[in-house]
């Protein structure tokens, strides 16, 4: 089973701040690495699939880097509506799909 | 629009059973492969089940595998859970999340989720 260990796990930040949200693989996932942000009693909503690709809708402030075991989340400029929890997932080696630990984006 | 309601929560005892639905519009139900993942309260996400489009396809987590059963009857657009023997650790939101973008392993819809308690 692949394990996702994202980093920090509370990142305090003010609106108009730059967020890097980190997710390091135990092994290779190659580019298959999956964003998805959740807030307070809501479903997650997919951000960015396959490590640097946005979903429909997602602005363009939001962006994913990164291959093999390490990737980044990156918001360039915080919205109010950014603060939330983020979680990457990898579907490289499934079953069972698996997630990272989320990582809380709080206002400081 | 796409949607994905939920249905079938509620407290339960331990060692008892539920089933849970799943309600898919808006879509053609059917061109697309299934999840189950579940969140315990204050808890991060864990994936539970998937189903392929034709149903040929299941897999389990380890943590469910041997007790719950995922099914779907894409007549009736639906995705369905059937969890026996469950525990005090199975207390959890469930969220059934559809598989976008052609390829398993990409939730790209989510359901509102249901809530399971399981306690005496």
């Known amino acids: 089973e692949i394990v996702l260990t994202q980093s920090p796990a509370t990142l305090s930040l003010s609106p108009g701040e730059r967020a890097t949200l980190s997710c390091r693989a135990s092994?290779?996932?190659?580019?298959?690495l999956v964003w998805y942000q959740q807030k307070p009693g809501q479903a997650p909503r997919l951000l960015i699939y396959?490590?640097?690709n946005r979903a429909a809708g997602i602005p363009a402030r939001f962006s994913g880097t990164g291959s093999g075991t390490d990737f980044t989340l990156t918001i360039s400029s915080l919205e109010p509506e950014d603060f939330a929890v983020y979680y990457c997932?990898?579907?490289?080696?499934?079953?069972?799909?698996?997630f990272g630990g989320g990582t809380k984006v709080e206002i400081k | 629009e796409v949607q994905l309601v939920e249905s079938g929560g509620g407290l339960v005892q331990p060692g008892g059973s539920l089933r849970l639905s799943c309600a898919a519009s808006?879509?053609?139900?059917?061109?697309?492969?299934m999840n189950w993942v579940r969140q315990a309260p204050g808890k991060g996400l864990e994936w539970i089940s998937y189903?392929?489009?034709?149903?040929?396809?299941?897999y389990y987590a380890d943590s469910v595998k041997g007790r719950f059963t995922v099914s779907r009857d894409n007549a009736k657009n639906s995705l369905y859970l059937q969890m026996n023997s469950l525990r005090d650790e199975d207390t959890a939101v469930f969220y059934c999340?559809?598989?976008?973008?052609?390829?398993?392993?990409?939730?790209?819809?989510w359901g509102q989720g249901t809530l399971v308690t399981v306690s005496s």
């Open positions: 999340a559809r598989d976008g973008y052609a390829v398993a392993g990409i939730f790209d819809y």
């Open positions: 808006g879509f053609t139900f059917s061109d697309y492969s």
């Open positions: 189903i392929s489009s034709t149903s040929t396809t299941i």
């Open positions: 092994q290779s996932v190659s580019s298959y």
């Open positions: 396959d490590a640097s």
């Open positions: 997932q990898q579907r490289t080696v499934w079953p069972p799909l698996t």
